[in-house]
């Protein structure tokens, strides 16, 4: 690809034709599909997240448990975080380069950030 915006405009000529390509089960391209479901209520469309949040949203998610030191294992090592009384703890592992722990993980709807025990780079 020359540019982005020349692979934007490769990616629209794939996805339109595809788009419109009739089903034999149903009888309708997904464009059908997708207006009768917004005809019909049947989607749970959501804005997309705020950019500040991205980095919560696209990111891996595990549950750690607390070492009695104030630690957490990851990644082979232990790694120091704040105080906390929580148990197990949650990481927003973005791999090859940070990850945080946090005192829970986020939640649909609010997804929101979470307090931060500690952030380490990879």
């Given at each position: 690809m020359q540019s982005f915006a020349h692979a934007q405009l490769v990616?629209?000529?794939?996805?339109?034709?595809?788009?419109?390509?009739?089903?034999?089960?149903?009888?309708?391209?997904?464009?059908?599909?997708?207006?009768?479901?917004?005809?019909?209520?049947?989607?749970?469309?959501?804005?997309?997240?705020?950019?500040a949040l991205l980095d919560l949203h696209l990111a891996l998610h595990y549950r750690r448990r607390r070492n009695t030191?104030?630690?957490?294992?990851?990644?082979?090592?232990?790694?120091?975080?704040?105080?906390?009384?929580?148990?197990t703890v949650g990481i927003i592992h973005h791999p090859d380069r940070q990850f945080c722990v946090v005192t829970e993980p986020p939640s649909p709807p609010q997804n929101q950030w979470p307090d931060v025990l500690g952030k380490y780079s990879l």
């Open positions: 990616l629209q000529a794939e996805i339109d034709p595809l788009n419109r390509t009739v089903c034999r089960t149903t009888r309708m391209s997904s464009n059908d599909r997708w207006d009768k479901a917004l005809q019909d209520g049947m989607t749970v469309m959501q804005p997309a997240p705020c950019t030191d104030n630690q957490v294992d990851f990644a082979g090592r232990s790694w120091a975080i704040a105080p906390t009384h929580r148990k």
